[in-house]
């Protein structure tokens, strides 16, 4: 199913939490949104599946207006962070309320209840937890619990809030490369969110950036990575080194020494920005230089604290370089990115 | 009534991580036996100078057996109601925000301070048959001063704040998150109340019930005065202790107190079971 939201505003009091949203998902997606805490994802996740109410703007599934239906309605699969489990319920009990509540005349018989969760537990692989309740379950075994609850009443789409959120490093992992098949398995329209970067790029399809309400960017993982469209992507995701330039009729400039670089479109004060594997310390000279202030080494890499003279100011940036090169503390570098870009300020 | 405690069994010799032991063990039972136990013993004792037949005589009585019906039977309903309304009453109070809802909030506590006797003098007037509520009342035919309905009043007034204050916590706790759960799974909001929030307040519901229907069955004081106290009729167990008391009976007294302490110790001792046995359900992290 194909989702369309246009122009979403919502507000808490005076705190813009979306402002003019507009995003399109399309059917069979895997679908992430990624910002900081208070860039108002999860409560786009949320009006999305009828928990909360825009101020403004349209919600469509399939064309068909969605803010006319209240949550029930929409046929949405909700997975809540901390999971939301029926804590007096067992785990099939709780796979199976969705069933339950449904209208005498469209509901199942206990046999064809009892037949759906069975396959949803065994969808989870966690079949042999049935009598078991939510609070004798691991965190991960809650979620996958989560995620069947969410999928009994075969929702056209699902939607999970931080999936990974609530669980330690090793967990995770599994869970997202599982989230990734079972996705690839059911193929249901997704669509999550996470402030982890690293979920978001390993998980989905195509990634949504959000910051402050707004949409930053959109593209595959690739895309977001490689060519970061703001500012804010740029130092969000991977690991940047920033430096303050100034850019005048087409000229770099790090305080008073010009850069030997490009600077497309820009003009005024400005930041650089480089991936930190892509900065290199080199002999090609661009007019970038630093001083060593310290190294250290362990396996085939050193790092280096190497402090760049921008302004009146320093800026002291880590670098990786391979270790034929040594560096001394105290001499003088050429720095030279591979790859960059300036933004405006 | 413990909800997830953290047990420690000491005094084996080993040393124990949580100290004390000995110390707030040893407290605990002097002060138990002072308070509760030795005055029970007492009761206990005192109905031994009683020969079975005579106990037996005094406890078969048909005035004692209708005091014992009436405190029990109007308790036992009153803290349904209780358990009814006071439900609504914290559903009100936790979930919505209106204008006095601190006020409704600490009225819910004036049963608990105010001296049962102005409670029941207070009520008895509002009910006599002149009384604002009593006069209309009088009108439809129902009489409730001086009357089992006033006694029943009575006990309804002194039991809702254990039912307000047990379950209110619980609710206040309770994850809105599992309602948007329920509704996010097609539950109408009847069902994610009958489903979702209700079992999960049982607990502490049973608490609340047991707790108002004990103070109910042992009220005294705000009953007497509603309740016209005749024999057979409108008296109440406890008030039949006094009056054996008062004729210097003090054996007949003790036995009716002691059928009153066991009748309520078992039934305590059910809903302490049922308790729990809701409590197995939704087991603590």
């Known amino acids: 199913m194909t989702i369309e939201l246009t122009n979403i505003t919502k507000r808490f009091g005076a705190f813009a939490a979306l402002d003019g949203v507009d995003l399109r998902i399309a059917d069979g997606e895997l679908l992430a949104l990624l910002g900081p805490s208070g860039s108002g994802k999860t409560t786009l996740l949320r009006i999305i599946a009828g928990l909360d109410w825009p101020d403004g703007g349209d919600v469509s599934f399939d064309g068909e207006n969605a803010l006319a239906r209240g949550a029930g309605e929409r046929q949405v699969g909700f997975v809540f962070q901390h999971y939301a489990l029926f804590r007096h319920m067992t785990v099939f009990e709780n796979v199976a309320f969705g069933l339950r509540v449904k209208p005498r005349a469209i509901r199942k018989d206990e046999a064809g209840i009892r037949a759906r969760v069975k396959e949803l537990l065994d969808l989870v692989q966690l079949d042999w937890l049935a009598d078991r309740y939510p609070t004798q379950l691991s965190g991960g075994q809650r979620q996958r619990i989560a995620l069947a609850r969410a999928l009994a009443t075969e929702p056209r789409i699902l939607l999970l809030d931080e999936p990974f959120g609530a669980l330690d490093a090793k967990v995770r992992k599994e869970l997202r490369r599982w989230l990734r098949s079972l996705h690839e398995e059911i193929n249901v ?12 790029l390993e998980v989905a399809n195509r990634v949504v950036v959000m910051d402050k309400g707004k949409i930053e960017q959109i593209g595959t993982p690739g895309e977001v990575y490689d060519y970061p469209a703001t500012a804010f992507v740029h130092g969000f995701i991977g690991e940047s080194v920033v430096l303050p330039v100034n850019v005048t009729e ?35 000279s661009i007019g970038l230089r630093g001083a060593v202030r310290h190294v250290r080494s362990f396996g085939a890499i050193q790092r280096a604290d190497i402090a760049v003279c921008a302004g009146g100011n320093e800026t002291v940036i880590e670098i990786d370089t391979p270790r034929d090169h040594a560096l001394r503390t105290g001499e003088t570098v050429e720095l030279h990115p591979r790859r960059y870009r300036i933004f405006a300020d | 009534m413990v909800r997830g405690s953290s047990v420690v069994t000491g005094g084996s010799g080993r040393r124990n991580t949580l100290p004390g032991f000995g110390l707030t063990m040893g407290l605990t039972l002097t002060w138990l036996s002072v308070i509760i136990l030795i005055p029970l013993a007492g009761l206990f004792l005192k109905t031994f100078e009683l020969s079975f037949a005579e106990f037996a005589n005094i406890v078969t009585s048909r005035r004692t057996l209708n005091a014992l019906k009436i405190s029990f039977g109007l308790a036992f309903a009153a803290a349904l109601v209780n358990l009814v309304m006071g439900s609504i009453v914290v559903w009100a109070l936790v979930r919505y925000r209106f204008p006095g809802r601190r006020i409704f909030d600490a009225i819910v506590d004036i049963p608990f301070a105010l001296p049962t006797a102005v409670a029941g003098i207070a009520l008895t007037s509002l009910f006599a048959q002149k009384g604002w509520l009593g006069a209309p009342l009088a009108e439809l035919g129902i009489k409730v001063a001086f009357t089992p309905l006033g006694i029943f009043i009575a006990m309804i007034f002194i039991g809702i704040p254990f039912v307000v204050r047990t379950v209110q916590p619980v609710l206040i706790d309770l994850d809105p998150e599992i309602e948007e759960a329920a509704a996010s799974l097609g539950a109408n909001r009847w069902q994610t109340i009958w489903r979702v929030i209700l079992p999960s307040l049982i607990p502490a519901l049973l608490t609340g019930f047991a707790l108002a229907f004990a103070r109910a069955v042992g009220e005294y004081g705000s009953v007497i005065f509603i309740a016209g106290n005749l024999p057979n009729v409108s008296e109440i167990a ?14 007949d007294a003790t036995a009716i107190a002691v059928v009153m302490l066991v009748a309520a110790f078992l039934i305590i001792l059910v809903v302490n079971r049922l308790q729990h046995w809701a409590q197995m359900r939704i087991p603590v992290h």
């Open chain 1, 189 to 200: 329209t997704s669509v999550f969110v996470t402030h982890d970067q690293e979920d978001a």
């Open chain 1, 250 to 284: 087409g000229r770099v400039w790090i305080g008073n020494q010009p850069l030997n670089i490009a600077a497309p479109n820009v003009g005024g004060p400005s930041k650089l920005y480089v991936r930190r594997h892509d900065m290199q310390v080199g002999s090609e």
């Open chain 2, 238 to 251: 406890p008030l039949l202790i006094v009056i054996r008391l008062s004729e210097f009976r003090y054996a």
